[in-house]
């Protein structure tokens, strides 16, 4: 098949300078394909371009710092991928804060990869995973705010949150919503943990401007690093259950 | 117009395999071939062999090869990124974006426009890495008056191919809310519309361009009125191509809209990471109307 369009593309290419210009586009040559073979050659000139760069980065970045016990998977409007970041967002939140939190969350499309492998963890994937130097902010929001948070992400098909916060999702709105199983209390302030790129009204959450926060200073990858190697130190390996925190309306 | 009856009766790019070779004959033709990119997030190796969906697509070095491939039998070929060059893997995080405009300029890149996540290191660390960048950072709707990479871009500009004058713009997305500011400093947006035409009447009247390109990061099309290649096609004037970017979307071939008179314009985009090489050839005839003569969107790898 190959061979055939290869022939083809010859004879059409040949043709081409040749041809009544009123009449080509209805040629018949609109999806040639360029052939794998051709696609997979190297150039010699960018490789050794890129070598040192190279040598550097994979010094670091190939080491194994952790294991998946099954294929963390990115998915709406809950995953694995993200019950396990957030729920880790959440622990290395409350250890580096030193006080208890409400919830954590990690806005859906910063999360980088769409899966991590069963497997070995190296730090690369963890570098892929959360590519942008998002540092650990802890909103302290009113039950306005994070009605209207919680509304926004419903609306975005539902972003990762950690075990604490659930909901079900209607026509884009939010329903049943719970923390740690209790209604939101409009009396009250919640402390949530997300990124500093959200609390500087990133992913449209402008609604966080005049909320007061505490940043951590720590980055989101830092520590999602941090937290696989102590775990990994302990002999516990990277695992996540999918348990209907988010769920659409007519899921069952 | 004979152009749009033509494109009426044959679909532009739909029809495939209709025309009998027999009844070409010989005219005066040059043949221009337009190579792009968008969104490679500095994915400078193949996607790593992991079982991934990607796994052992794209990578510089190949789609070097593949654009060497190109040139060896095409004489003018203009080669061009619609941004998000950076961003998406360690290379970035160590060397900031330093290899990634090292490696477009030894492929020969003649222009980009920037990306929301080309703002990542800061507009101070774009303006640094710049000097490795041999290729010019074409932006008509950012005004970088203040900051530092003021007098660094250009609004626009002609790129001659032979007889052929290529005129080009850049349209860069609202920043605000999708970049912090602190990263962007004083870079102002301005209404990508209306730059756009503006200058795209500019290269086609007084500069007398052949053809006018548009690298836009704006994104391919939204449910929302948010502004989108295709939306801005239908309020443009004068602009023939959109190379596009941002939304990481692999179209198969062009999507073609009608302009404010009613001229057809091409949008493309190739997904994102570098797993696919945009390639989109025009014929022109004497009278130096674009054709689209053979647009199709190429794997890299794998």
Not at chain 1, 149 to 178: C, V
Request: hydrophobic share 40%; glycine share 10%.
């Amino acid at each position: 098949m190959k061979q055939i369009w290869t022939g083809l593309i010859a004879a059409l290419l040949l043709i081409l300078p040749a041809c009544k210009v009123n009449h080509l586009a209805d040629a018949a040559f609109t999806n040639v394909a360029i052939s794998d073979e051709q696609a997979s050659k190297r150039q010699a000139s960018i490789d050794s371009l890129v070598a040192p760069y190279k040598a550097r980065l994979d010094a670091e970045m190939d080491e194994v710092i952790g294991e998946a016990v099954v294929e963390l998977r990115k998915m709406r409007p809950e995953s694995r991928l993200g019950n396990w970041f957030a729920d880790l967002l959440h622990e290395e939140t409350e250890k580096h804060l030193g006080k208890p939190i409400d919830f954590a969350i990690m806005n859906y499309g910063g999360i980088r990869i769409p899966s991590i492998p069963s497997g070995p963890i190296t730090r690369r994937i963890i570098y892929e995973l959360m590519p942008f130097d998002n540092l650990i902010t802890v909103v302290y929001l009113d039950a306005g705010t994070l009605l209207e948070f919680i509304k926004h992400m419903a609306k975005g098909g539902g972003w990762p949150a950690s075990a604490q916060l659930r909901y079900n999702i209607k026509d884009g709105e939010p329903q049943q919503i719970t923390i740690d199983g209790n209604p939101i209390d409009p009396t009250r302030t919640y402390a949530v943990s997300i990124s500093d790129y959200l609390a500087n009204g990133g992913g449209g959450c402008d609604f966080f401007a005049e909320m007061r926060r505490d940043d951590l200073g720590i980055l989101v990858r830092q520590a999602t690093i941090d937290h696989i190697i102590e775990d990994t130190r302990l002999g516990q390996k990277q695992n996540a259950e999918l348990e209907g925190r988010i769920r659409y309306h007519d899921d069952p | 117009m004979k152009r749009r009856a033509f494109i009426k009766k044959t679909g532009w790019l739909a029809a495939a395999g209709a025309m009998p070779l027999s009844s070409w004959t010989a005219p005066d033709t040059i043949k221009l071939t337009i190579l792009h990119t968008n969104d490679v997030h500095s994915r400078i190796e193949p996607f790593p062999m992991d079982g991934g969906r990607f796994q052992g697509l794209g990578g510089a070095s190949r789609r070097a090869a593949l654009i060497e491939t190109i040139r060896a039998t095409e004489e003018h070929v203009l080669l061009v990124d619609a941004g998000d060059i950076f961003q998406g893997t360690p290379y970035f995080n160590f060397f900031g974006g330093e290899l990634e405009f090292k490696l477009m300029s030894r492929m020969g890149y003649d222009a980009a426009t920037i990306g929301n996540h080309d703002f990542d290191a800061g507009i101070d660390g774009l303006a640094k890495q710049l000097p490795n960048a041999n290729f010019p950072f074409i932006i008509s709707n950012y005004d970088f008056k203040n900051t530092i990479l003021e007098g660094r871009t250009m609004a626009n500009k002609v790129v001659k191919k032979g007889k052929l004058r290529i005129g080009m713009i850049g349209l860069g997305i609202e920043l605000e809310g999708l970049v912090p500011k602190t990263l962007y400093k004083e870079t102002r947006y301005l209404n990508p519309v209306e730059l756009a035409n503006h200058h795209a009447a500019k290269l086609k009247q007084e500069e007398k361009c052949d053809l006018v390109i548009c690298l836009s990061h704006l994104g391919y099309k939204y449910r929302s009125d948010t502004i989108s290649d295709v939306s801005l096609a239908a309020q443009s004037r004068h602009i023939d191509l959109i190379i596009g970017g941002h939304t990481h979307t692999l179209l198969k071939q062009p999507e073609r809209v009608l302009n404010l008179d009613g001229e057809p314009v091409l949008i493309n985009q190739v997904g994102w990471g570098g797993m696919h090489l945009g390639c989109i050839e025009l014929l022109f005839e004497r009278n130096r109307r674009g054709r689209c003569v053979n647009c199709k969107n190429l794997a890299v790898g794998a």
